[in-house]
């Protein structure tokens, strides 16, 4: 296992560095000023454009600037914006809402996704069944931001029962229930829909009828059979996810005005700042390569068939 790990944090270093080459290249080599709008209505003086260049390496060559960046991320610095205020600074005031938030969504659809899936799972057709179709298929149908405004005007205006906005940071556990849920409600559809079809193909599956046939109770063949195997490919789907909802929480965000990094890239993309985008993008993708290399460990303990060696 020691050895497999390793393999995999070796892995990750190539993966990390195309990435996020990938994602500078994307931010710093599209066509156009971005000093635009730095100084009113007013074009920037020549001096001042130099300055800042100087600054932000933007005459050397991207490979170079690219090798620079990575060297002060490497230090933990994030750079400067171009109004002098620390990236890094500003990613872990919004950095911490975003992961509450995340971390709620995930729950959401983790516990509400896998019982819905379960229960049809194992009862088969019927009503519980074709209503679970359809509410995950009305879900998986709207967009996101319909899905907030709908909690927001009824939960929060006509019955009062939630909070319409989230604006103190850190924002408190409670608050962040309907936003997790508005967030986390199209993958919590795909999650009841997988665990659904996952049972019910696994549930036919010939070590389940041996287990069965050996006179086990009913409740270690779905719990220790049935269940550890058909959660593998929603185990990955969850761990995958994490990151999706993190990066993904740019219109929850703005709906409840949650200050995430979700508000954070917007402000950056509107500034033309690419050093916060480029910040906060790094980031997304070490959350990605850690949640899929914890993802293929929990197989090992969900699969007694998956070894490490």
């Known amino acids: 296992?020691?050895?497999?790990?390793?393999?995999?944090?070796?892995?990750?270093?190539?993966?990390?560095?195309?990435?996020?080459?990938?994602?500078?290249?994307?931010?710093?080599?599209?066509?156009?000023?971005?000093?635009a709008g730095k100084c009113g209505d007013r074009p920037c003086?020549?001096?001042?454009?130099?300055?800042?260049?100087?600054?932000f390496n933007l005459n050397d060559p991207l490979i170079v600037q690219y090798g620079k960046y990575m060297l002060?991320?490497?230090q933990g610095d994030f750079g400067q914006t171009f109004r002098?205020?620390?990236?890094?600074?500003?990613?872990?005031?919004?950095?911490?809402?975003?992961?509450?938030?995340?971390?709620?969504?995930?729950?959401?659809?983790?516990?509400?996704?896998?019982?819905?899936?379960?229960?049809?799972?194992?009862?088969?057709?019927?009503?519980?069944?074709?209503?679970?179709?359809?509410?995950?298929?009305?879900?998986?149908?709207?967009?996101?931001f319909v899905t907030g405004f709908v909690l927001q005007i009824f939960l929060g205006f006509e019955l009062g029962l939630i909070k319409t906005t989230v604006s103190s940071s850190p924002a408190p556990w409670a608050q962040l229930i309907a936003p997790g849920f508005v967030l986390g409600s199209l993958s919590m559809a795909y999650v009841t829909r997988l665990m659904r079809t996952s049972i019910a193909e696994n549930k036919h599956a010939d070590y389940v009828r041996t287990a069965v046939a050996k006179g086990l109770p009913q409740r270690r063949v779905v719990g220790v059979h049935l269940l550890r195997n058909s959660a593998i490919p929603v185990i990955t789907f969850l761990g995958t996810d994490l990151g999706?909802?993190?990066?993904?929480?740019?219109?929850?965000?703005?709906?409840?005005?949650?200050?995430?990094?979700?508000?954070?890239?917007?402000?950056?993309?509107?500034?033309?700042?690419?050093?916060?985008?480029?910040?906060?993008?790094?980031?997304?993708v070490m959350v990605y390569l850690l949640s899929n290399l914890l993802v293929d460990l929990l197989y090992a303990v969900l699969d007694p068939r998956i070894r490490y060696d």
């Open 72 to 74: 002060n991320l490497i």
């Open 84 to 144: 002098g205020s620390q990236v890094g600074e500003l990613i872990s005031n919004a950095y911490p809402n975003t992961v509450r938030l995340a971390l709620v969504a995930l729950a959401i659809e983790a516990v509400i996704g896998l019982s819905a899936g379960i229960l049809t799972g194992l009862r088969g057709r019927g009503f519980l069944d074709n209503l679970t179709l359809v509410s995950t298929l009305f879900l998986i149908s709207l967009p996101v």
């Open 45 to 55: 003086n020549d001096a001042y454009v130099n300055l800042m260049q100087d600054k």
């Open 1 to 35: 296992m020691g050895r497999y790990v390793l393999r995999r944090l070796l892995q990750l270093i190539p993966v990390f560095l195309g990435t996020t080459f990938l994602i500078y290249w994307l931010v710093w080599a599209l066509p156009g000023d971005p000093f």
């Open 244 to 284: 999706a909802l993190m990066g993904g929480a740019i219109v929850t965000e703005g709906i409840f005005d949650i200050k995430g990094i979700g508000n954070l890239v917007y402000d950056g993309i509107l500034g033309k700042d690419g050093l916060i985008v480029t910040g906060v993008v790094t980031l997304l």
